[in-house]
């Protein structure tokens, strides 16, 4: 791909924008050697005004989503991509969720700008667990965790059964609950059709994929050994 395309696509302006960057000189090479738009050079060998390149496509990162947060590109209140570099919003293509997590809920939230792993992680093929740590108005009733388990609950307004969910009671209006699907406002509907209500709802675990000491509004990018630990549970 030209240079000029992979830096735009990188969100850091327009093709035209890019151009003047290099006619300004504020693309150099590692050494701060000027480069040209027609050279021939490496992501990693790219530094704009002195800094390196954005991560190259086909990057995933983690966030932990703080209550209060959209998991959308436009709305009128607080956006998932406040907390992020300005110019993964911009990217082509963007950097989205994968999956979502309603404003309310906080916790792991993944992102990622390839389509392509998008679709392996959200996939009922991979059937990744998903963890949510639930806190609730009333007290468990004691027959959640066979009903969740039986593969035989119909959500209102539904047709098909949810799969199988694995519900741990931590404490009488605290429980964990594992997902392998991922349907609209699944644990609160869940909690709702058993006359209970969710009044917080965090997100702990994706696959074998932890927040680990990450704190609420942080993010990072996801290395190999991190994706390996994601598909680890499949
Ligand atoms: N289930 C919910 O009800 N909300 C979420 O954000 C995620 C799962």
């Known amino acids: 791909m030209k240079l000029v395309k992979h830096i735009a696509n990188l969100g850091y302006g327009s093709r035209r924008q890019v151009e003047w960057m290099f006619r300004e000189g504020r693309i150099t090479d590692a050494a701060g050697e000027v480069l040209y738009a027609d050279d021939k050079v490496?992501?990693?060998?790219?530094?704009?005004?002195?800094?390196?390149?954005d991560p190259a496509p086909g990057l995933l990162l983690m966030l932990h989503k703080p209550v209060g947060y959209?998991?959308?590109?436009?709305?009128?209140?607080?956006?998932v991509y406040d907390l992020l570099p300005p110019r993964f919003r911009a990217r082509s293509?963007?950097?989205?969720?994968?999956?979502?997590?309603?404003?309310?809920?906080?916790?792991?939230?993944?992102?990622?700008?390839?389509?392509?792993l998008l679709h392996r992680i959200i996939s009922p093929k991979s059937s990744l667990p998903k963890v949510y740590e639930a806190t609730l108005a009333a007290d468990l009733r004691g027959d959640e965790a066979e009903l969740f388990a039986s593969g035989a609950l119909v959500l209102e307004s539904e047709k098909t059964p949810l799969?199988?969910?694995?519900?741990?009671?931590?404490?009488?209006?605290?429980?964990?609950?594992?997902?392998?699907?991922?349907?609209?406002?699944?644990v609160r509907r869940?909690?709702?059709?058993?006359?209970?209500?969710?009044?917080?709802?965090h997100r702990s675990r994706i696959g074998g994929l932890e927040l680990g000491?990450?704190?609420?509004?942080?993010?990072?990018?996801?290395?190999?050994d991190d994706l390996a630990h994601l598909f680890a549970s499949a």
């Open 93 to 116: 293509p963007i950097v989205s969720p994968v999956g979502r997590l309603d404003r309310d809920t906080s916790g792991l939230l993944l992102m990622t700008d390839d389509g392509a």
């Open 163 to 186: 799969l199988p969910a694995q519900l741990e009671a931590l404490s009488p209006r605290q429980a964990r609950l594992t997902l392998h699907e991922g349907r609209y406002h699944q």
């Open 70 to 79: 959209t998991c959308s590109t436009r709305d009128a209140g607080r956006l």
């Open 190 to 201: 869940m909690f709702a059709a058993v006359g209970n209500h969710v009044v917080a709802l």
């Open 213 to 224: 000491g990450l704190e609420a509004g942080k993010w990072r990018l996801l290395e190999a």
């Open 42 to 53: 490496a992501h990693e060998a790219i530094r704009v005004d002195g800094e390196p390149l």
